[in-house]
């Protein structure tokens, strides 16, 4: 059976979500249509003995329990695996491409150092014993020179036992500069922090809720953990559930909901705030719900009413006073925020302004509600002994600002991190490590990203494939795909309880790559002293094994640990935080008449890892049409432009230009144009390199006020014909 491209996304994201999920539609996807695609350099299985291996999926922050087909020892097809708490035998696209990524030309398949100039793609392989050998003696060199500070790490995720290991590593090392890549994790464990006043993150128990009030979040679209949402969203039908989206764009997760709610971009918070003065003027508000309601109430009365926040957001005030009822009435409404798949970490104001909706109506660490969930704490290791050298670099400010007095509250800050390295930092920047992570793409204003990591004398990326950041680089130690190492995988998508999943090995590596938890370990090492010292393990699948302790039989067993009765990091929630002014887009609105807003697709990887070439196959012709990328505009704004579908333009912020398509989208308000993250690479292959523009060449970060994080939610922008 044949099926094309537009009706594999109707099972991929259409309006059966729920037989998305099940065995059929992946069925006509078996192993002979995947193989016989024409990727020249897919192998063909040969004839042999089927077996089936489980571990869990990586590629993002899910968690999913996964089933790999193999004959011999080639995996053939990747199956969700039946049972998992978290998937129950669902697939995203993205897992289902997994088989591209193990066997795909862009993998890095050793190590290899720069010979020519940055950018130029010149490389020569070396051994390990060489390519270790460089790492320690410059390592060793900068901190000869007490200068342990002048190195960084970027890492894509702060979870688990390898970002530990290299944060462990920075420690003992002597620099503060570990750099966690952005999310929206950065405001929620803030959030939690204002709101509870304790460290943690929070959970959602969206399976049980009965009203879920949604601010922009990708429901359907990849936000949180992606098969979970769309399994819960099937069940909302099932269960006559109340879904309402709030955001400028008719996305896929609005198309599924009971209701869209158009808003003025970067209005969340004031119509959150709306919301919650309607609540309280209705006497609405769960009894004893939150400590020092009684200062903010008189306040909140005042600067939000209806009438006021429909001003600011362009939601009428009877239809804010019919969310704010519907909402405080259902028996387990549940509010959600962080833009798409949560990628970006969005303003403190919004992300409490929302929680405190949940806080109103007392539905806070009970069914169907929001959780406060503690920081997972199984990995218990002796603390680091700095010797005077790494002494000295730890009291050194951190390059990114973070931390200090202006922004107290902040773990990281990687939007600052250009500013910093292109002259407004503390100290000039002379090596940084880079793992899981594509900066020179993912992080906004690209170019100035770019422009700093040309200025750092010694870049290492420790990436399996040929991305952005690793063309940058000075060495590439290639780390072990996850369907070839063991790793832990803690799971904080938004899951109301504590998972870790375990990544096995399901075939040997298929290159001279190596696990990047045995690198730090062997770079440690090697370095001798205090920092050999911190690290004890012979070797990565050791320290694995004694760190998840009474957890390892059951996780090599089952692949998976749940713990479903947590105690929360508190019950009773403070009002602050929502005191800060809002965030606006840059730009000069005369200059710049209408508003650049970016989107997540489920269907395009927006993360670390390249779209493999099988999900891009499924990508609409209104997002790609050959080399060229799409921008949405509404057709009343495209009108008075000149603008038709399919023509060319020119799109230009205070950041950069691109060359355009254009799609009329009345899903979209007027003024406002969207587009798509994930595109415009120019590594990974053929069938993702030079496909559309990155969005984050023209948008940049807008900090925080209140925290110093990127709260950017769009930027101006013109668009007139190319």
């Known amino acids: 059976m044949k099926v094309d491209r537009r009706s594999f996304l109707s099972f991929v994201i259409g309006g059966a979500a729920g037989t998305a999920l099940s065995p059929l539609p992946w069925k006509l996807m078996d192993d002979s249509s995947i193989w016989t695609q024409m990727w020249p350099w897919t192998p063909v299985p040969p004839d042999g003995k089927v077996t089936y291996e489980d571990t869990t999926c990586s590629l993002c922050p899910g968690g999913c329990g996964i089933s790999v087909r193999k004959v011999d020892n080639r995996a053939i097809k990747i199956e969700g695996k039946a049972g998992h708490p978290i998937n129950d035998g669902g697939i995203c696209i993205l897992g289902l491409s997994g088989l591209q990524l193990l066997y795909g030309p862009t993998r890095i398949k050793s190590p290899m150092k720069r010979i020519g100039e940055r950018g130029q793609g010149r490389w020569q392989k070396i051994s390990w014993d060489e390519a270790m050998a460089i790492l320690t003696e410059k390592l060793a060199d900068v901190r000869s020179k007490g200068e342990a500070h002048t190195v960084a790490a970027i890492a894509g995720s702060g979870s688990g036992t390898v970002p530990a290991l290299l944060q462990r590593f920075m420690t003992a090392y002597g620099s503060p500069n570990f750099i966690r890549t952005p999310s929206h994790r950065d405001a929620d464990e803030l959030a939690v922090k204002t709101l509870f006043g304790a460290n943690g993150r929070t959970g959602f128990d969206v399976e049980n809720a009965d009203y879920i009030l949604s601010f922009g979040s990708g429901i359907v679209d990849g936000w949180g953990s992606p098969v979970r949402m769309i399994r819960a969203a099937s069940s909302w039908k099932e ?6 989206q709030v955001e400028p764009r008719f996305s896929n997760s609005a198309a599924k909901a009971s209701r869209w709610v158009p808003v003025n971009p970067g209005t969340e918070a004031d119509l959150a705030l709306g919301i919650a003065a309607v609540m309280v003027a209705h006497n609405l508000v769960g009894a004893g719900a939150v400590t020092g309601f009684s200062n903010w109430k008189n306040e909140l009365l005042a600067s939000h009413a209806p009438q006021r926040a429909s001003q600011i957001t362009g939601v009428s005030a009877d239809v804010i006073v019919d969310l704010a009822k519907g909402f405080a009435r259902a028996n387990r409404p549940l509010a959600l925020c962080g833009r798409g798949k949560g990628q970006t970490a969005g303003s403190l104001r919004e992300t409490v302004a929302v929680y405190m909706l949940n806080a109103l109506t007392g539905n806070v660490n009970r069914q169907g509600g929001m959780w406060a969930v503690p920081e997972a704490d199984y990995i218990r290791w002796p603390e680091v002994v700095p010797d005077s050298l790494a002494s000295a670099g730890l009291a050194q400010p951190r390059i990114d600002g973070a931390g200090t007095d202006r922004y107290t509250n902040a773990r990281y800050l990687p939007n600052r991190l250009a500013d910093s390295v292109n002259g407004s930092g503390p100290y000039p920047l002379q090596v940084l490590l880079v793992a899981g992570a594509n900066p020179c793409h993912d992080l906004p204003d690209a170019h100035s990203v770019r422009t700093a990591f040309a200025r750092i004398p010694f870049i290492v990326s420790f990436s399996s494939f040929q991305d952005e950041t690793a063309a940058m680089s000075d060495l590439l130690l290639p780390d072990h795909v996850y369907l070839e190492r063991y790793e832990d995988v803690p799971v904080d998508a938004g899951l109301a309880q504590q998972v870790i999943g375990l990544s096995k090995p399901v075939v040997s590596p298929q290159f001279n790559t190596r696990h990047l938890g045995e690198t730090l370990i062997m770079t440690a090492r090697a370095m001798g ?83 493999p070439p ?33 023509a060319l333009a020119t799109l230009t912020t205070p950041r950069g230009e691109a060359r355009v398509r254009v799609h009329l989208f009345e899903g979209i308000q007027p003024g406002v144009l969207a587009m798509v993250r994930g595109l415009g690479h120019t590594a990974f292959d053929g069938y993702l390199a030079g496909k559309g523009v990155n969005v984050n060449e023209l948008i940049g970060p807008v900090e925080d006020p209140s925290a110093g994080h990127d709260a950017a939610w769009g930027i101006r922008a013109k668009l007139a014909k190319a």
């Open 239 to 244: 269960k006559n559930t109340t879904v309402v």
């Open 614 to 646: 099988f999900m891009i196959k499924t990508v609409n012709d209104t997002v790609i049409k050959g080399k060229d990328g799409f921008v949405e505009i509404n057709p009343l704004t495209a009108g008075a432009a000149g603008l038709d579908e399919g």
């Open 529 to 611: 002293g205090t920092i050999a010292d911190a690290f004890t393990w012979d070797d990565y699948e050791t320290c694995l094994e004694e760190t998840l302790a009474e957890k390892w039989d059951l996780l090599m067993e089952e692949g998976v640990w749940v713990q479903a009765d947590i105690d929360p990091v508190a019950d009773t929630v403070r009002l602050a935080g929502l005191d800060a002014p809002g965030v606006q887009a840059e730009g000069d609105i005369n200059s710049f008449p209408l508003l650049l807003i970016p989107y997540d697709s489920i269907r395009i990887s927006s993360r670390t890892i390249g779209t």
